[in-house]
Structures are given as C-alpha cells and as structure tokens.
C-alpha cells in the first residue's frame, strides 16, 4: 500500500511540472494577445471539454502535465494568417513566451523546496562509509564512521557541510587532482572525547569511474536492499530486506560495522543475527560450506596517475599506460611494481615496458625517496589499480588456475564472453558473464596479436576462508535537517536551494563537455522512479526536495539552446531578430526532427543505462 502511495505522490509530482511548465507559455501568451487554441490539463483522450474564448480547455486522465497549442508559430505555418498569430509578435516577446515555461519550472523548484523545508528534510548522513581500497582517503588516513563536518576546495577555507550529498557534488564537480581539505570528527572509545583531525587530500578518477572521486562510499544502515547472486550472503542464505543486527553477538549498527566486525572475527563459523519480516532470529554460516568460483585472472596494472615532477613523468610515463613489465616481472600487480622499484633502491632505475594505444613503449625510470603516508620511501611517482577500461585485456593469470587451464594468456584481449558473445565494455561487463551462472563453463574468445582464439573458461569451486558481506548494498543512512517554522525563512531556503542546484547542474554539463564526467553518471526516467520511490520513504518533505532538485533539472534541460527544446526557440527567435526574417519553416523542421532524434538517442542510452544499473 505504502508503494502506491509513493507512485501516486510521483505521478502528480511529475503532472504538476510538467503542468506548471505548460502554464508558464499559456499564461505569458495570454498576456501579449497571442491565440491559444487549446490548453489540455493531463494527456490522454479528452474527458471534459469547454470553450472559454479563443480557447478551448480539456480535462485527461492521465496526470503527467498537459500541453499548449498557440496559433501559427511560423508565417508559412497552420494558423499564420490569423492576426494573433505568434510570429507576428516581436521577437522580445516570443523570447519571454518560449522561456515562461523554464521560469515557472524555476519558481516551482522553490516552492518545492520552501515547503520541504517546512515540512522537514532527511538528508544522507555527512558521514564516512566504506573506504575504497588504496583510495586516496585510504591512503591518508580517513576512516569509515568518521563525521565530515567541513570540506575546502583547493586553498580556498573550509564550509561546513549538512550532508554526504555535499561532499560528493563538491567532489565530482571539480576537476581531477584537485585538492580537498576534509574535517572530520572521529568517534572515540566509551568515555573518551572525539577526535577531529584534518587532512588534505587530492581527487582521481580510476578507469571506468564515472567522475572525480575520493574513495569514500556513502554510509549505510544494515538493512540489504540488493544482492548479487554470487556474493557470500546469497549464499549463505540471507535475503533483500534483512536487517542484520549484529555479528557474532557485537550489535551493529551500519555496514561498516558489520564488515568490520567480520574482519575481527575469528576465521570460520560466525553467528548473524537479523531481522527478517519483523521476527528476530539467528543465522549461523560456516563459510567451508559455501563455494566461491575462482577464473584465475585478473584486469592487467594501469597508471591512474602520474605525478608532477616525478621520475616517472620525467621519463614519459603517461596516465593510462598499461604495464606488461617491471625489471624481469611480466604483467605485474600493482604492488609487484613497487616491490621491483623498493629492491632497486633511491638512486637506482627500473626498466618499464608499457602498451600504450596498442604499442609497446620502453622507459628507464630513476627512483627517488618520495613522501608516502608512512614517512620517505624509494618510489617513481604512480598510482596504479587494475586497467578495467576499454580494450578489456587480461593481465594476470593464475599458474594452474582456471584461465591458465583454459589456455588464456597475459595480454590477451576479451572479444566476447558468455554464450551470447557479448562484447564486454569493460571489466564489469565481462565479470557480469563470467558470473551470469555460477559455476557454468563460459565460452571466451580472445584476441592475441594477430590470431583469434576461443576457448571454454571453468571456473574453480572453492571454499571459502571467511564468511564477508562482498557483494552486498544497503540503504543510506539519512539524517534530519533542522526544521524550519517560518515561513519567510523557509522561502529564502527554498531560493537559496534553487540557486545552488542550477549551478551544480549547470558545472555538471561543463564537466560532461571537458570529459571530466562520463554520461554514466547520468540518469534517466527508470532512475529518477528508482529514486523516487526510495527517497518517498525518508516522507514527503525529502520526497519535495527531491522534485525541487528535478525542476531545476528540468528548467535547465529545457533551456539549452538546441531544438526541440524551448531554448532552440528562443535561439531562432534571436535569429531572426538579428537577419530580420524569420528563418524557412523547411530549415526550421529539419533542425526540429534531427533535435527530436538526438533526443530519442539521448532518452534510450540513459534508460539502458538504468536498466543495466538494475541488474
């Protein structure tokens, strides 16, 4: 019931800006005498209809917005003869016509977040989750649990931040390498005081990323909300909607805690204990009694970064490099490049062989003692993590493994993988097939120089050592904002809000044109319903504050100078302001159906990309 309570709210949500957007032209339009012919509440077949005027008003079942008909557009168009014709006003005026419908979606953003603000706003908790592995928050010393209470870009001062959101959108939208001043507030032992440290640490991108980021997850509750069907927890037969509470008898209270405490555990049987329909119970898990699938390959050792005046950008080393050898190592791990370069010592060299575009390049590196987090140590200046990026191309194989029994080689390059002979885009795609049956042989077809060779992978059962919550998502932890009782306070709240989202989504799109952003961090109509629909859970003020965030979306969206959308309007309108002619209806049309195919392009990529998000 709950649920068709949220998708009722989401409807008229999405009615109402669209709506309110419709009303923006119609209301303007009347304004300057322009004929609209018709003005539709809702879409669909007519339920009611009525003549007031020029105009002729309806009523429709389906409440997603509505639509505006205004007479002859264009002089060589239907109704151009009629004297309130829209092209025989100025252009001034055409310009406020066509942009009404962005300022209402603007005005409607406030009053969303005005009255969120009234009613009251959860937020996600500024609050450390889980660390990325060798992430740069990692590597200088943020810890899961810790209370973000202020962040600074660049040498700019420190501002306090209200959510985890904060954070992220200060984060992804500057550029790569930036430097960030993080204040955190870290939880001390019962009858201790908190400890604040703060520490500065720079932003990178890894291979695949969609954007900018520091490594530091959102911070989650114990509630499952997804699981793959590979993870240790599926197995052991926990389901989506458990609430675990505690591990081995230590009560938790959000993920971290959880895997913390698994790692703390000794190695095999441990006890969970979890909610599950309301009914608190027991689940004991004997990870030997669990299988894992090993293919016995891994993604080849990329450069993520190389830093500035470091021996290794003195010697030519590029981000994206590929390392097939260091010293007499091929196809090393990360940490089995510096492993040669700690045995080489501070003024020795290392001699690197690197595949970049396809070629092989060869280096000599000298080494220098350079600072790392545990004081000066021999090193080159890279940051290396698994290559997951297009090509997909294997770099490590386990002697006797699976993908070393299987024929596969380091340096070969996935074609295809699965049954299906899907095409992998990056490591996750050919892990999503590998993975699509447990256990199942996988047909693999690989490039090696110039011969293409298909073989069959099968995977190892083995069991595992410890029971862990690898594979694993659950809710965000949400916090509430101060609730605002005024009003007038409320509205300048409201305003505020609304101005700062039109210039997150405004440096978004910068970011997305410098490919500072990948299109993957976009989302499209099943995510804003995905989204919904768990954000309607944290109530209806959260809920408001979420469409306030989409109207500006909207608004923003709608007023990009390109057709179909009102801002390809107002651009032929200042177009013909300035040739003092209108532009040919023909050259109008044509630009109008290749706007409307790039849209349709545009909304299909961004549901696949949902949709495979979903599974």
């Known amino acids: ?115 969120a603000f009234l009613i ?119 389901k989506v909607g458990d609430r675990i509470l505690a591990v081995g008898g230590k009560p938790v209270a959000q993920l971290y805690q959880a895997v913390e405490a698994l790692e703390q555990a000794p190695a095999g049987p441990v006890v969970l204990t979890i909610e599950r329909e309301g009914r608190e119970q027991d689940l004991r898990i004997d990870p030997a009694q669990l299988k894992e699938y090993r293919y016995g390959l891994a993604p080849p050792t990329g450069v993520q970064k190389v830093l500035p005046d470091s021996p290794a950008e003195k010697a030519g080393i590029r981000k994206g490099d590929r390392v097939v050898q260091a010293g007499e190592a091929r196809w090393p791990t990360p940490s089995e490049v510096s492993e040669v370069v700690q045995a080489a010592g501070a003024g020795g060299s290392v001699d690197l062989v690197l595949e970049r575009g396809g070629e092989r390049v060869e280096v000599t590196c000298q080494i220098a003692m350079m600072a790392a987090e545990e004081g000066q140590k021999p090193m080159i200046g890279l940051a290396m993590a698994g290559a997951a990026g297009d090509p997909v191309q294997i770099g490590q194989v386990e002697a006797g493994g699976a993908a070393d029994r299987a024929g596969l080689r380091p340096g070969d390059i996935l074609l295809s993988v699965g049954p299906d002979g899907k095409m992998p885009g990056d490591w996750n795609d050919a892990i999503a097939e590998l993975v699509r049956e447990p256990g199942a042989p996988v047909a693999v077809t690989v490039e090696r120089g110039s011969q293409v060779v298909k073989t069959t992978l099968a995977p190892d059962a083995v069991p595992y050592e410890r029971f862990t919550l690898d594979g694993i998502g659950c809710k965000p932890v949400y916090v509430a904002l101060p609730r605002i009782y005024n009003p007038l306070t409320a509205a300048g709240e409201g305003l505020k809000r609304t101005r700062l989202w039109f210039g997150r989504i405004y440096a978004t799109i910068s970011q997305m044109v410098r490919g500072q952003l990948s299109s993957q961090a976009v989302g499209g109509p099943v995510l804003i319903v995905q989204a919904s629909l768990e954000i309607a859970e944290q109530g209806l003020g959260t809920l408001m504050a979420f469409w306030g965030m989409l109207a500006v979306s909207l608004a923003v969206l709608n007023f990009l100078p390109l057709p179909p959308f009102d801002g390809g309007h107002v651009l032929f309108a200042i177009i013909s302001k300035i040739k003092g002619s209108h532009v040919s209806l023909k050259v109008q049309t044509a630009f109008w159906a290749a706007g409307w195919v790039m849209v349709g392009l545009l909304i299909l990529l961004v549901m696949w990309q949902d949709i495979n998000r979903l599974l």
């Not at 989401?10 to 339009?29: D, K, P, Q, S």
């Not at 996600?124 to 660390?131: C, E, S, W």
């Not at 009858?191 to 530091?216: C, H, N, W, Y």
């Open 120 to 238: 009251g706003v959860n937020v996600i908790a500024p609050t450390a989750g889980l660390i990325e592995l060798d992430s740069p928050a990692q590597i200088v010393g943020i810890e899961a649990g810790d209370h973000i209470r202020e962040v600074g870009v660049g040498d700019e001062d420190p501002r306090p931040i209200d959510s985890f959101e904060d954070l992220f959108v200060a984060v992804s939208l500057n550029d790569v390498d930036t430097e960030f001043t993080v204040e955190i507030e870290r939880p001390a032992a019962e009858g201790d005081e908190p400890v604040r440290k703060t520490f500065r640490v720079k932003s990178v991108r890894p291979e695949g990323a969609p954007g900018p980021m520091l490594g530091i997850n959102v911070p989650q509750n114990t509630v499952i909300r997804k699981m793959l069907t590979i993870s240790p927890a599926y197995k052991a037969g926990l």
């Open 1 to 115: 019931m709950s649920t068709i309570l949220y998708i009722i709210e989401i409807a008229v949500a999405i009615g109402l800006l669209i709506l309110v957007h419709e009303l923006g032209h119609f209301l303007t339009a009347k304004w300057f005498g322009v004929r609209v012919r018709k003005f539709a509440m809702g879409m669909g077949p007519v339920l009611l209809k009525w003549q007031r005027g020029d105009t002729e008003y309806s009523l429709r079942p389906i409440p997603i917005g509505g639509f505006v008909d205004l007479a002859g557009e264009h002089p060589e168009a239907e109704g151009a003869d009629d004297p309130k014709a829209l092209w025989r006003r100025p252009a001034w005026q055409r310009i406020v016509i066509f942009s009404a419908g962005v300022v209402m979606n603007a005005l409607a953003a406030i009053v969303f977040f005005s009255v």
